[in-house]
Each structure stands twice: as C-alpha cells, then as structure tokens.
C-alpha cells in the first residue's frame, strides 16, 4: 500500500514539481491550491503526511495548520510546514508543527525530509 501525502501550495509549479518527486518515489499524491474546508478535504484523503505552504489562500497555512492539529481525527497527521519566509521555524511552531523547510528548497532535502517524517510517523 502506498504512501498519501497531500501539498497544500497555490504555486501550480511547486505543486507539480513536488508531485512528480514524490509520485516517481511511489506516493500517492494529492495537492490543493487553496486550504478551504481543510479539515473535510484532509478527512476524505486522509494523508500520511501534509505539506502545507504558508501563504495559501484563503486563511493561511498557521491557521489550517493548527486547525488540523487541533481537531481529534486529524491531530496525529504530521506536518511539514514550508514557506520562503526568513522566520519559517518560527512560523512552523506558532502552527503546531516542528517540522519546516525553507523555499526555495534543494530536492535532496525535501526526500529526506518527507523520510524522515514518515518514519518517525510510521505505526
């Protein structure tokens, strides 16, 4: 069974960049331009792992972020929060998320991010 992981990002290149990493690794993704009823979009994929942008319309990623981790059948899904903003670890913590990785962001290090994630995350 393969991995799910869902990409939060209105950056169509970065979504199908990200896409095509994870998809030629054997994952399962699926990506939204807009963090809009987050919870019931998450609920119905129902991902391993959330990538969420920073700057995504309409609330924002801390918002969506912490919305995730704060609701019970969602708050175990880790997140790797990612945003080109110089303070992203801070921005990552006041989300809910210890995870972050900065844009723009080396290819490398976003694999084994995501593998590292999923490992520490694995039942």
């Known amino acids: ?46 991902p391993d792992l959330i990538v969420m942008d920073n700057w995504i319309p309409d609330s924002g990623g801390i918002v969506a972020t912490q919305t995730i981790k704060s609701n019970p059948s969602t708050s175990h899904i880790p997140v790797i929060y990612f945003s080109a903003n110089h303070d992203i670890k801070n921005l990552a913590i006041q989300a809910g998320t210890e995870y972050f990785l900065a844009k723009p962001f080396d290819i490398h290090q976003f694999e084994e991010l995501i593998h590292h994630v999923l490992q520490a995350h694995s039942s």
Do not use: A, P
């Open 1 to 46: 069974m393969s991995r799910r992981i869902m990409i939060f990002d209105d950056d169509n290149d970065i979504l199908s960049i990200c896409s095509f990493i994870l998809e030629s690794q054997g994952w399962e993704v699926f990506t939204q331009s807009n963090c809009n009823n987050v919870l019931q979009v998450v609920g119905e994929v129902n």
